[in-house]
């Protein structure tokens, strides 16, 4: 998700409740309903030839080259200083926060001085622009720019600053619920850190990577000076050029190259990875998760969606912490087990309830546990995973085609989500969300490389290599 795209559906929800029946409804409906339908899809071994191969590597040996004398600690950022504090992220973090940041992108001004509802859809459009570019560029950027050994963390702040832009709106949100012309100081805000991010991005760096293709050696060195070290110069600019001579750059591609060997494995990584990410859910649950909690009390929405946002912010900062210690497949993993079984506790709860209160207890806890699960891994991971495992050649149009699968499905969800409770009833919509989170832990593991700690150039390598 994006922060501008929660920040406007939290305007349309404060001011208009999609769903206007109480969770007891669903719930007195699924009891006469048939079993829970589940969406499960297989993952047979003869398709594990799509596994991307991994070339195994020492991450230390690349990173930690330097001298002992004082002098050269000064040069090398990428350095532990002390026992106590590792500063190699501290130069590039500065970019990656700007660029993380440009997820709130602005684009309001029309929708607020709108007096029609053309007028609102085409701001919502030139808005959605915005988004879009941002959703692909973003991840690209920082995985070019940041240094291979804090890459994930730095990575994350995309989700970190998603979490920051639905809680902000959130607040901002709630005076709505009395001011019926609130919504349109809300636009307004909006704009405001599009504007700032706009200013900032002119003093943020090109990346180095891309210097390299460009043929811009010297610019390129300046910035690996500045990011990664001294030391990371001659070793970085190396593995670039050799890199751009075997398989040229983004600009020399066709798009049906992501149709050819070994570019379509990673096509079609990306793209399983964000239909499973979309129908697992998400973006179903948080349509419904405020009339859980009015179940149990909190009649605010705004507070409810509050409070789910401050859980999604605490599962971002954890992937903030585990994503380079632990690796991706393994937070992916657990991220979707974690969904699963809170969609089936919560699916359990509304269709066999042994008491109505302990049903809406267990319906709050599962929800909670699912917004934390996808939040500590399948929310940051996808997008991160996706663009370190493209290839320099087609990095850009593999991301495009990921993300406009991840679009797609959200709106589909977004479309049919409601329509399909009214049908069916929670549990067994909220059963086969948890299949499908199943699925996508299945797929994690069989179809996953892990990522940590090798750059991209190695990973680029590892994905030539025939099996």
Known sequence: MNSLYSFSAAIVYTQCDPIRKPLSFYK????????????SCSFRHPYNKLRVSALKSDPS???????????????????????????????????????????FIFGYHIGAQAHSLNEVIGGRFLVGLGIGVNTVLVPIYISEVAPTKYRGALGSLCQIGTCLGIITSLILGIPSENDPHWWR????????????VAIGMQFTVDSPRWLCKAGRINDAKTVIRELWGESEIDSAIEEFQSVCKSDGSDSDSRWSEILEEPHSRV???????FVLQQFAGI??????????????????????????GLTNF???????????REGRQKLLIGSYLGMAIS?????SAVFCPLDEQLSNNLSILGTIMYIFSFAIGAGPVTGIIISELSSTRTRGKIMGLSFSTHWVCNFIVGLFFLELVEKFGVAPIYASFGAVSLSAATFAYYFIVETKGRSLEEIERSLNVKA
Not at 315 to 324: R, T
Not at 343 to 347: D, E, K, N, P, T
């Open 28 to 39: 007195a409906k699924t009891k006469t309903k048939t079993k829970p339908q589940n969406l």
């Open 61 to 103: 040996e690349s990173h930690q080259t330097g001298v002992a004398d004082d002098e050269g600690a000064e040069k090398l950022p990428l350095r532990q200083n002390d026992a106590n504090f590792d500063s190699g992220w501290l130069p590039a973090f500065p970019h990656v926060l700007v660029a993380s940041m440009s997820n």
């Open 185 to 196: 100081t809300m636009l307004y805000i909006a704009s405001i850190p599009g504007i700032l």
């Open 267 to 273: 096509a079609f990584i990306g793209g399983a990875l």
């Open 283 to 308: 973006n179903g649950v948080l349509y419904f998760s405020s009339l859980t909690f009015q179940e149990v009390g909190v009649e605010s929405g705004a507070v409810a969606s509050l409070f789910v």
């Open 314 to 324: 605490a599962g971002a900062l954890c992937a903030l912490y585990l994503i380079d």
């Open 343 to 347: 969609m089936f506790l919560v699916s």
